[in-house]
Every structure is written in structure tokens, then in C-alpha cells.
């Protein structure tokens, strides 16, 4: 399989989803500003959010698809039927508990994520209403986490990357059609995610029917390979989700600022999370399963060359766009959610936001490359310990950074720690043995460097005054954004090119 062929196919699916996820995100901006009403609405869905991070995919995937690999490539596809099985009836039984509670207990809730709410009673009253409808939500997309693993598991890498695509087809739907049906339109949101969440579901059904891994009731705790994932998921909580828990606690400090602060953070973190699907998730989704196969088979050499291609290919395409978003914060937001209920303002305080998230970008996609050299080798114990020092960092920082910044101090705070994080993973995939870097490292990155400056300087020239975005129609600011992105991109290839990279550089076969 090359790898960089699937790389392509993945992010292309990825890519039709993100776009749809700022079509999805324009509209709400539009309809519904930033203010209270999506305060509140983003914190309701936040929660499930994080849930569904914490242990659908981040925890779930990196324990269950090495286990599953590891099971089709040494004992067969009906051993690993087996095991779906078990997974698919505990992992079932235990969000549809967890679904019930979260409804039951949504005012408790709501106080301990957004405590600041409590001062607003009218506040706090319709993000409890939200939270009930869009917590179930975490059932659904629990269960399309499994069946993604299993159908990546057998290449079919594709299907999960397009089923984002229905949540925000639903999205869009019920808040540019259905939301004048609600007394409180701000409800359709929350219906949208939920339905988005039973679309995902039923349209990877087929798949897993297409290759006879569609899950059968069995239930029994005592499964050896169900244990091995619990004992895994366990740790892999913290491991894999520490910016998900960071990101949580920015909510709860961002509640106590002003009004529109959690909808700022909300926009900035959703063209952060474009590359950050788009080259982070799709190269971390696959590389595991060929991770785990050289692992398993016991070659080492191929193991720390797959690292080593992840980790430049990510420098080569991160790096120009957390230029970019640093850079052109401003014709980026405007073009994207300037219109309707969104202000000047509101452009501004983003743009602020996105300015010190951009710092952290390549950290958060290279967490994504480092962290599955360890979980391909059920090594948890490492990433804890990261993870746990990282998370106590972040949080001074946001203490710090808040008072000086405001609402992008929790953005800065952020995106350092994902760069530490990444930094630590790696010095220890280093002294472990695990990763040994290339020769040509210095040079690589001297001619990076030389391209993002050149790329950065188109930009900063052509780019014009901020007046410019922040007056006029959202066609013009696309008619503007267009040529100037194409030429910054345009300026960044022709001089790797120049510099001697090459397409074929970069092609890489896998497991």
C-alpha cells in the first residue's frame, strides 16, 4: 500500500468535510452571531464533543486498532471478528449508560464545565436545554468510532474520512432550514448534531457488511482482547486526549470572560482543526496499522523510517499553514464569518485567537505522528506521563496568559502545550531507541525555512489593509482570498521545488 497515495485519498475526503464544516460554521455565524445563545450552544456540544475525543477516538482508537491489527495479522479475520464482537456489545452498553446519565444530569453538568454560567440564569437554564439534546450524541458517534477503526483496519481508510461529511450536512440543514421551526431556534443545533450522529452510524453500516465484520451481540467481560482494551483505554484517556482536557478547561475559564469569549476561541479552534484533520488525523490514522505490523513482524528499521517520513511530511505541509493562519488571520476569518449577527469585532477577537493558536499547530499534528509510535507498541506508561506534566503546564499558562491576553492567552496556552507534548514524545521515541532521524535533517529544514519566508512575504504584501476585510461582501473577500492564497501556496511549492524537493521524495510504501 503507498502510503502517500492513501495520505491523499484520506485528507481528499477530510478536505470535502472541512469545507462543508465552514460552509456549516459561516451559516451559523450568520444566523446566530456570537454572543450568549452560541456561548451557550458550544459548550453544550463541547461536552459530548469532548467525550466522543476522549474515549470514542483518541482513547478507544489507539487501544482498540493496534489490539484489532495485531489479532487479523496473527491469528486471522475470525479472531478479529471475535473481538469486534465483544468490543462492539461493552463499548454499546456502556455510552448508552453514559448517554442516560448525561441527560439525567445535565444541570450538574453544565455547572461544572461553564461554572461562570451560573451567574446568568437564562444562560445556564437553555445550555442545560442544549446539553440534553446533543449528549446522546455521544452514543452514535461512539459506535462510528469502532466502525471506523475496524474499517481502517482493512484499508478501507476513505469511508470514516467522508463520514464527518453527514454531521455537517445535518448542521447546515437545521440551521439554515430548520431553525425557524424552534421556539428557541438555538435548539436546532443541538438537533442537527444529534441526527448528524445517526447518519454517520448508518452510513458506514454497509461497509462493515461488506467486509463480515458487522459486530454480533456477545457479551462477556472476561474476553481476553475486551480486557486488553480496557487496560489500554484506560491510560490512553489522559495519553491521547490532553489537548481535548486543556481545551475544556479553557471553556471553564473562558465562562468567566466576556461575553462572546467561548464563541471567539470556538471559530479560531475551527480553522485550526482544517489542518489539523485534514494532515494530523489523516496521517496518524495510516500510519498505526502499518505501526503495528512492522512492530509485530519485528522490523525495527522500517519502523523508525515510517516515523521519520510522518514527521517531515508534517513539517512540509503544517508549517506553511500555521504561517498562514498567523499571518492572514484577518482575510481568512472576514471571508469565512464576517456577514449577518457577525461583527468587526467579533472578526478581531478571532483573528487574535488564531493568531496564538497558530503557534502551536505543528505541535498539535506532530502529537498526532509521535504519539502512535507508542501506542503501535501498547507501550501507555510513556504518553501518561507527557500527558500529565503537559496538562499541569497548560494550566499555569492559562492562569498566566489569561490576565495578560484574555480569551487568546487560552489559545496561546494552548498550543504550547502541544507543542511540549510533541517535544517530549519525541525525546522519548529518541532515548527508548524507537526513532532514529535520517541524515539531512539541517538542510531540510534551512530550505523550509527559506520557502516560508518567501511565502510569509506574499502574504504580508498583498494581503492590503485590514479595512479591506472588514467592509464590503463575502464574495468580494473571496474574489480577494482566493488569488492571495493561491499565490502564497504557489510561492511555497516553487521554491522547495527550486531547492531540489521532489514529489517521489516523499512516496512511502507501508505495512
Not at 444541570?107 to 451567574?119: H, M, R, T, Y
Not at 457479551?219 to 489522559?238: C, F, I, Q, S, T
Not at 511565502?455 to 473577500?477: E, I, K, N, P, Y
Request: glycine content about 8%; charged content about 10%.
Amino acid at each position: 500500500m503507498n502510503l502517500l497515495k492513501a495520505l491523499a485519498h484520506t485528507s481528499g475526503m477530510t478536505l470535502l468535510s472541512r469545507i462543508l464544516g465552514f460552509i456549516r460554521d459561516a451559516a451559523v455565524a450568520h444566523v446566530f452571531g456570537a454572543g450568549g445563545l452560541t456561548d451557550a450552544f458550544f459548550v453544550a456540544f463541547r461536552i459530548p464533543n469532548l467525550l466522543r475525543r476522549l474515549f470514542a477516538e483518541g482513547a478507544f482508537s489507539q487501544a482498540f486498532v493496534p489490539i484489532l491489527a495485531a489479532a487479523k495479522t496473527r491469528h486471522g479475520e475470525e479472531s478479529a471478528h471475535r473481538l469486534i464482537d465483544h468490543v462492539a456489545t461493552a463499548l454499546t452498553v456502556a455510552v448508552l449508560f453514559t448517554s442516560i446519565l448525561g441527560v439525567a444530569f445535565a444541570p450538574q453538568v453544565v455547572a461544572l464545565s461553564a461554572p461562570g454560567f451560573e451567574a446568568d440564569p437564562a444562560k445556564f437554564a437553555v445550555t442545560t436545554q442544549l446539553l440534553r439534546v446533543t449528549f446522546p450524541y455521544i452514543f452514535f458517534i461512539a459506535l462510528v468510532s469502532l466502525a471506523a477503526g475496524v474499517l481502517n483496519t482493512w484499508n478501507r481508510f476513505w469511508v470514516p474520512a467522508f463520514t464527518p461529511v453527514l454531521l455537517n450536512l445535518s448542521f447546515i440543514f437545521f440551521t439554515l432550514v430548520a431553525a425557524p421551526w424552534f421556539k428557541q431556534p438555538i435548539m436546532a443545533l443541538a438537533w442537527g448534531a444529534l441526527v448528524g450522529g445517526a447518519l454517520q452510524l448508518l452510513f458506514q453500516w454497509p461497509f462493515l457488511r461488506s467486509i463480515r465484520m458487522l459486530p454480533r451481540f456477545r457479551w462477556n467481560l472476561h474476553e481476553p482482547g475486551l480486557l486488553r482494551v480496557l487496560k489500554l483505554m484506560g491510560p490512553a484517556v489522559v495519553g491521547v486526549s490532553v489537548g481535548q482536557i486543556s481545551l475544556l478547561i479553557s471553556t471553564i475559564f473562558a465562562s468567566y470572560l466576556p461575553t462572546g469569549s467561548v464563541s471567539w476561541l470556538f471559530y479560531a479552534d475551527r480553522l485550526m482543526e482544517f489542518p489539523t484533520g485534514l494532515l494530523g488525523a489523516a496521517l496518524g490514522t495510516i500510519l498505526l496499522p502499518s505501526l503495528v505490523a512492522h512492530h509485530a513482524a519485528g522490523d525495527e528499521s522500517r519502523y523508525s523510517d515510517l516515523l521519520d517520513w510522518g514527521l517531515r511530511l508534517t513539517l512540509v505541509l503544517t508549517l506553511p499553514a500555521a504561517v498562514a493562519l498567523a499571518v492572514a488571520g484577518v482575510p481568512l476569518v472576514s471571508t469565512l464569518f464576517f456577514r449577518g449577527a457577525f461583527q468587526p469585532h467579533d472578526v478581531l477577537m478571532v483573528r487574535n485567537a488564531l493568531m496564538a493558536y497558530s503557534l502551536g499547530l505543528t505541535g498539535l499534528i506532530a502529537v498526532k505522528i509521535l504519539a502512535p509510535g507508542f501506542y503501535a507498541r501498547q507501550d501507555i506508561k510513556t504518553p501518561v506521563k507527557i500527558a500529565i506534566l503537559v496538562l499541569g503546564v497548560t494550566q499555569l499558562m492559562n492562569l498566566v496568559f489569561m490576565n495578560l491576553f484574555q480569551h487568546a492567552g487560552l489559545a496561546l496556552a494552548t498550543g504550547l502545550g502541544a507543542c511540549l507534548n510533541a517535544a517530549l514524545l519525541y525525546l522519548g521515541l529518541r532515548r527508548r531507541g524507537l526513532y532514529h532521524p535520517r541524515p539531512g535533517w539541517g538542510p531540510f529544514l534551512a530550505k523550509l525555512g527559506v520557502a516560508l519566508g518567501a511565502m510569509a512575504a506574499v502574504l504580508t504584501l498583498f494581503q492590503g489593509t485590514q479595512s479591506r476585510w472588514l467592509t464590503g461582501s463575502s464574495l468580494l473577500h473571496a474574489a480577494y482570498l482566493v488569488p492571495l492564497v493561491a499565490a502564497a501556496a504557489a510561492t511555497y511549492f516553487a521554491v522547495l521545488w527550486l531547492l531540489g524537493f521532489r514529489l517521489k521524495d516523499f512516496s512511502k510504501n507501508g505495512a
